[in-house]
């Protein structure tokens, strides 16, 4: 099956700092969301994006389909933005089943 | 909010008997989903449904079983439960729309320990 890769695993930074978050995957698909997992256990849909790029406020992302990757954009973090950040895709046969990566653990520190 | 309920949000059992997880939508979505995770496996697809009466395995479907009688019900059964299967289950939904995709929304999880 599709393998999916998340790095890094695990990001500390300061409030107000900017963060990358990478997603691999391992063969063509037509499905990909990134996902917020908050303290609470709560799966928060971030965004839905197969291909291109999306904004939503501090939030963006880019999924370059050829390549095999997807990239989450966070500007100026705020303690909120903790938490668990998860990449899940479906592939072009069955995209109705997602396959999640490990996910980032991403700490914003006051 | 995608009118997703799962109940019970937290039970703890003892190793061999039977339980039952219900996921529970208002919207009639066609597609539900139970997925476990677990530290260090992200989330992993267990069963799924396409319709009433419809399902199919995932990837860790080993001991589970699911049954959907209706649309908005989808039922997940740990016929013995072992100590292996203590996880947060998620239920999710989605819908396949033409020019929209098939994102999926997830319910809030539960909770099951089996001692």
């Known amino acids: 099956g599709i393998q999916v890769e998340q790095s890094p695993p695990d990001l500390i930074l300061q409030e107000g700092a900017n963060s990358t978050l990478r997603c691999n995957f391992s063969?063509?698909?037509?499905?990909l969301q990134w996902f917020h997992q908050n303290p609470w256990g709560q799966l928060i849909n971030l965004f839905y994006i197969p291909s291109g790029t999306k904004q939503n406020g501090r939030l963006s992302a880019t999924t370059v389909a050829t390549e095999r990757y997807s990239l989450l954009y966070i500007s100026s973090s705020q303690t909120t933005d903790s938490g668990v950040y998860f990449c899940a895709v479906g592939s072009n046969f069955g995209n109705e089943k997602l396959t999640f990566g490990t996910g980032t653990r991403l700490t914003i520190i006051p | 909010d995608a009118g997703i309920t799962q109940s019970p949000r937290h039970k703890v059992t003892e190793t061999g008997t039977p339980v039952t997880l219900r996921c529970h939508q208002t919207?009639?979505?066609?597609?539900m989903y139970w997925y476990r995770q677990d530290p260090g496996h992200g989330l992993r697809l267990i069963h799924y449904s396409y319709g009433v009466k419809d399902t199919d395995k995932g990837e860790v479907s080993d001991g589970y079983s699911v049954s959907r009688s209706k649309t908005e019900d989808f039922l997940l059964t740990l016929e013995s439960a072992t100590s292996s299967q203590t996880s947060v289950y998620f239920c999710a939904i989605s819908d396949r729309l033409a020019g929209v995709g098939n994102e999926q929304f997830f319910g809030p999880g539960t909770r099951l320990t089996v001692l």
């Open positions: 919207e009639n979505h066609r597609y």
């Open positions: 063969d063509s698909v037509n499905n």
